[in-house]
């Protein structure tokens, strides 16, 4: 891997730190403005919001100008965001416009890579970015769970500048602060990223064409027999994904006991079990070999059902790392197929947008699911359940789509034999 590499690895973990960081602060925020409890989920639903809205658009931005001056844009857009917070707007909507930057910086991330590497590194890249991803969302949160510790934050406003009146006189403006210094971070290394020199058409400005664009790289992307399954799959995991934060948060609270401080931490122990499940990928499962992971899925689902069994710290760590092990080890090599088929079949930019638009639409739903749930009182461990079917039976119905296009392929494939 090469020196640029590392440095997009760089501004990709203090960008994903600040987020997931930020994320605890909101819900801490909501807590101390009494905000009901189905408005939690709804913080990561307002984030991923501008996935789905911009999707159209934001592949055609990150591909009219060099990457690393797009994550550069997009990252200052995620410190107004954060920066709303402290002038007291909502922490829904202050998170919004976090999210609508990290839309916009998504495609040049990820887009920058098969720009930057051969195809044949991309699994690997791909191991690399998802691992460090996932140790920032650890990180993120224990730092987030940290920061709204009554003790850290009493020691944070106890630091006093010499000569500078800083203004920061709650516990919530202390964990902001250094948010923002580690978003500003991010910028500082995201102005180091070099320009690959690859340079696209001229891209569209009209939103109509964009869209009527977007829609044929998304029916593209759906129609082919390879593209269609990883890009199943993947919207399927980030959906689970997502919901599966807030209720390891809910299930921490009412079956282990434990304060959002915490039970962030638990968080943080399910993402360790990613990471060492993308790294495994990584080096263990070649491209052509990607969907012989899909089983795993399966697995996962059966295992998360076991969480309703569990009512003991001790017992919680080993099965939220190995639920995570599994999720990483099988979403690895997915993302890696998608990317390739879509950097085959469109350009960079569009193909992460039509998976972005999948992927948060799937998030949408699954919150939304997950907010009504709580809104009716549905005890956590029938919500456990729940999901942890829907997991299984969605993953058994995948491997079967491809099951039968691989025996259409074989059978088209013999059709062309006999002719020749």
Request: glycine share 8%.
């Amino acid at each position: 891997m090469n020196r640029g590499f590392y440095t997009i690895m760089a501004a990709q973990f203090f960008s994903s730190l600040a987020d997931n960081a930020l994320l605890i602060a909101a819900i801490a925020l909501l807590t101390t403005m009494k905000a009901p409890a189905w408005m939690t989920p709804l913080l990561k639903l307002f984030f991923v919001l501008s996935y789905v809205l911009l999707a159209a658009f934001v592949g055609a931005f990150a591909d009219s100008l060099p990457k690393g001056r797009v994550m550069f844009v997009t990252n200052l857009i995620k410190i107004a965001g954060c920066g709303l917070m402290f002038f007291n707007v909502h922490p829904l909507f202050a998170y919004a416009v976090v999210g609508f930057g990290a839309a916009a910086y998504s495609p040049a991330k990820y887009g920058i890579l098969t720009e930057l590497l051969p195809p044949e590194k991309l699994v690997a890249a791909n191991g690399w970015i998802e691992g460090l991803t996932v140790i920032s969302i650890i990180l993120g949160t224990v730092m987030g769970g940290a920061l709204v510790n009554t003790h850290i934050s009493s020691a944070l406003l106890a630091f006093d500048f010499p000569i500078l009146n800083t203004q920061i006189d709650t516990a919530a403006e202390a964990a902001l602060s250094v948010i923002m210094v580690t978003y500003v971070a991010a910028a500082l290394f995201n102005l180091k990223i070099p320009d690959t020199g690859a340079r696209y058409p001229h891209q569209e400005r009209n939103p109509i064409k964009l869209i009527a664009d977007f829609a044929v790289c998304f029916t593209t992307l759906w129609r082919d027999k390879l593209g269609q399954i990883s890009l199943a799959v993947t919207t399927l995991f980030w959906g689970a994904g997502a919901t599966l934060q807030f209720i390891v948060l809910k299930w921490a609270e009412k079956s282990l006991h434990m304060p959002l401080d915490k039970a962030a931490i638990l968080q943080g122990v399910f993402a360790v079990g990613v990471a060492a499940g993308a790294a495994a990928a990584a080096r263990f499962v070649p491209l052509k070999r990607s969907l012989s992971v899909m089983p795993l899925g399966v697995i996962m689902g059966v295992i998360v059902i076991g969480m309703t069994l569990v009512d003991t710290v001790w017992l919680a760590y080993p099965l939220l790392i190995l639920v995570g092990a599994l999720s990483g080890y099988f979403v690895v090599p997915m993302n890696a197929l998608l990317q390739h088929r879509g950097h085959v079949l469109l350009s960079a930019g569009h193909s992460i947008a039509v998976q972005n638009f999948n992927e948060n639409l799937s998030v949408l739903t699954m919150l939304m699911l997950y907010a009504l749930m709580v809104k009716l009182n549905l005890d956590i461990n029938i919500v456990i359940v729940l999901f942890g079917l829907f997991v299984s039976g969605t993953m058994l119905l995948a491997m079967r789509k491809h099951a039968a296009n691989q025996r259409e392929h074989d059978s088209l494939s013999l059709i062309g034999e006999h002719k020749h």
